[in-house]
Nanobody, 122 residues
Framework: EVQLRESGGGLVQPGGSLRLSCAAS????????MSWVRQAPGKGREWVSG????????RYADSVKGRFTISKDNAKNTLYLQMNSLKPEDTAIYYC???????????????WGQGTQVTVSS
């Protein structure tokens, strides 16, 4: 059974940092690309960042480029998202999502985690 479990969310002040983790199990983690997707209150899901199966290729939405860093530890079956210089508009539920391909392919997700809440507020 494929499982994706996010952690690391919380309340942080503007300008602060958080690191999200996504522990994966039930599949060969090193074979597949992974992404982070967020959903703000009252809005649709927004792709944030993606990383290829081997971790060598990364992509970011323009809204987070230069502030967020995605990484993938295939030995630990864990996906990370380091978020710096957080803004109130980053407030959302953050989901990790497994692609069914080795490269980040838009919309090609087959499994999702349950999400972790990130709130940026003073």
């Amino acid at each position: 059974e494929v499982q994706l479990r996010e952690s690391g969310g919380g309340l942080v002040q503007p300008g602060g940092s958080l690191r999200l983790s996504c522990a994966a199990s039930g599949f060969t983690f090193s074979f597949y690309a992974m992404s982070w997707v967020r959903q703000a209150p009252g809005k649709g899901r927004e792709w944030v960042s993606g990383i290829s199966s081997g971790g060598y290729s990364t992509r970011y939405a323009d809204s987070v480029k230069g502030r967020f860093t995605i990484s993938k530890d295939n030995a630990k079956n864990t996906l990370y998202l380091q978020m710096n210089s957080l803004k109130p508009e980053d407030t959302a539920i953050y989901y990790c999502a497994k692609h069914d391909t080795p490269n980040v392919t838009p919309g090609r997700y087959d499994y999702w985690g349950q999400g972790t809440q990130v709130t940026v507020s003073s």
